[in-house]
């Protein structure tokens, strides 16, 4: 919980920049995405289909994530 300044207090700490702060204060984007945990990261298509979820924290610029990135946006070139 917190909001958007718990956000901006972790862009500030972390250098973010560039990402704007979205807060979903009454929980409508949870409910629409069925999302069970916070945080929730959903992997969507450029049709705009899931293709991926993950629960809880993720190491984003870890290695095995990369690699999981890599092969998603390879295989949605296809399309």
Known sequence: MGGAPKVRAFYS??????????????????????????????LIDRDGKEIGRLLGPAE???PAAIDFLRIRIAGSKGK
Do not use: C, F, H
Request: hydrophobic share 40%; no cysteine; proline share 3%.
């Open 60 to 62: 984003w610029d870890s």
């Open 13 to 42: 700490e972390t250098g973010v920049t560039a990402l704007r702060i979205y807060s979903d204060d009454q929980g409508e984007a949870s409910a629409a995405v069925r999302s069970a945990a916070i945080p929730t990261s959903v």
